[in-house]
C-alpha cells in the first residue's frame, strides 16, 4: 500500500530543510581571474568544491586535499584593503616597499581568524605559524613589492611577511619565518 502523500511530505521536509546545513558554505564569489591563493581547513565561507587529484595534480603533488576551499585571485585581495610596509633585512640588497591586505582581513574573509595556520610554498616549504605569533606580528599577503607584482621567482605570487611592533629591527630569523611563493593556507 503506497504512503499517503502527507505522511511523505513529514518525513521529507526534514531532511530537506536539513541539506543547506549538510552542504558546505558557498558565501564568498568566485574568482574571476587566475587564482593566487588557495585557503583550507576550518573556514566558513567557500566559494570552490572539493580537490580532485585529476583536476587538481599541484594539490596532489604536495598531497593535500581538502573538502571545500575558498580561492582568490589578486582583485580578490586587494578588494580586502591594500596596506603598506617597508622591510629592511641584511638578506635584501636594499629596503623594499611591499603592498597587499593584512593576513588578519584575508583570514576574516573566510570566518579563519584565531586559529593556527599552515603556510605552503611552491617548492613545499611550509612554514607553521601559531595564533598567538598572528596576534604578536603585523603579518602582510604581500602581492607587489616596490609598486609591482610579484611574480614567479620574484617572490610571488604571495609572500607573506610581517612587521615587528616592538620596533626591533628585522633580522634573517625574521626572514625565515616569511613563506614566499605561498599559494596554500591550511587553517587548523
Known sequence: MPMPRVLLALIAAPTILLL?????????????????????????DTNRPASQEAQDPFFAY????????????????????????DIEVDTLIEPVQLEGP??????????GEGKDITVLALDGFGSEISAA???????????????????????????????????KPLTEEDE???????????IK
Open 20 to 44: 543547506p546545513l549538510l552542504a558546505p558554505a558557498m558565501a564568498l564569489e568566485p574568482a574571476k581571474g587566475p587564482v593566487v591563493l588557495t585557503i583550507t581547513g576550518d573556514i566558513e
Open 62 to 85: 604536495h598531497d593535500r586535499s581538502f573538502t571545500a576551499a575558498a580561492e582568490f585571485d589578486r582583485t580578490m585581495l586587494e578588494s580586502l584593503g591594500m596596506q603598506s610596509i
Open 102 to 111: 593584512w593576513l588578519s582581513d584575508v583570514l576574516k574573509a573566510v570566518g
Open 133 to 167: 605569533d598572528l596576534e604578536r606580528f603585523d603579518w602582510l599577503l604581500a602581492l607587489k613589492q616596490d609598486g609591482r607584482y610579484l611574480g614567479l621567482g620574484q617572490r610571488g605570487p604571495t609572500w607573506l611577511v610581517y612587521s615587528r611592533r616592538d620596533g
Open 176 to 186: 625565515l619565518r616569511w613563506p614566499w611563493a605561498a599559494f596554500l593556507i591550511e
